[in-house]
């Protein structure tokens, strides 16, 4: 070979090695079952000789990725901006008229409870069907719990 082709040949091979990279790294097992990396072989039975192949990073691909990450970040933190901060102070108003209502209409079922001798429910046919001493415990009770959900701040 003359110097020009053996000039070419080099700049060749290192133009080619500077865009894929190729090292060799050995793998083994030790005694104990730990696993460990190297660049060197140490001749261990475990060893195995592994092909690692790199390629160098591409400025512009990070770049644009980077870009594109603010950009997602930016349109999230506006639209966290422009979301509705929870209810507004007419909807908790309309909120605790709806309490209130509820916790007057549940205390005075209760009271009702209470004083009254029998309950009773309706039937399908309109009939009064007249509560036995369990039921009439019960239905107390899950008032008393309606009194409580909606009576309490």
């Not at 790294?25 to 730990?34: F, L």
């Not at 870009?67 to 901006?81: D, F, P």
Request: net charge negative; charged share 30%; proline share 4%.
């Amino acid at each position: 070979m003359n110097i020009k082709a053996t000039a070419l040949a080099l700049i060749l091979a290192v133009t080619v090695t500077g865009t894929v990279s190729a090292s060799e790294i050995y793998k083994w097992v030790d005694e104990d079952g730990g696993i460990h990396y190297g660049d060197r072989p140490t001749g261990a039975a475990s060893e195995e000789r592994l092909t690692v192949r790199s390629r160098p990073t591409d400025p512009e691909a990070v770049q644009s990725q980077v870009v594109a990450r603010l950009n997602a970040q930016t349109t999230m933190a506006e639209a966290a901006a422009n979301a509705p901060q929870g209810p507004s102070e007419e909807e908790l108003r309309a909120e605790a008229r709806e309490r209130a209502e509820k916790c007057s209409t549940y205390r005075q079922r209760l009271e009702k409870f209470v004083h009254s001798r029998r309950l009773y429910r309706e039937d399908e046919n309109g009939e009064r069907v007249y509560l036995d001493e369990d039921e009439t415990l019960a239905a107390r009770e899950r008032v008393q719990n309606q009194v409580e959900e909606y009576c309490s701040p």
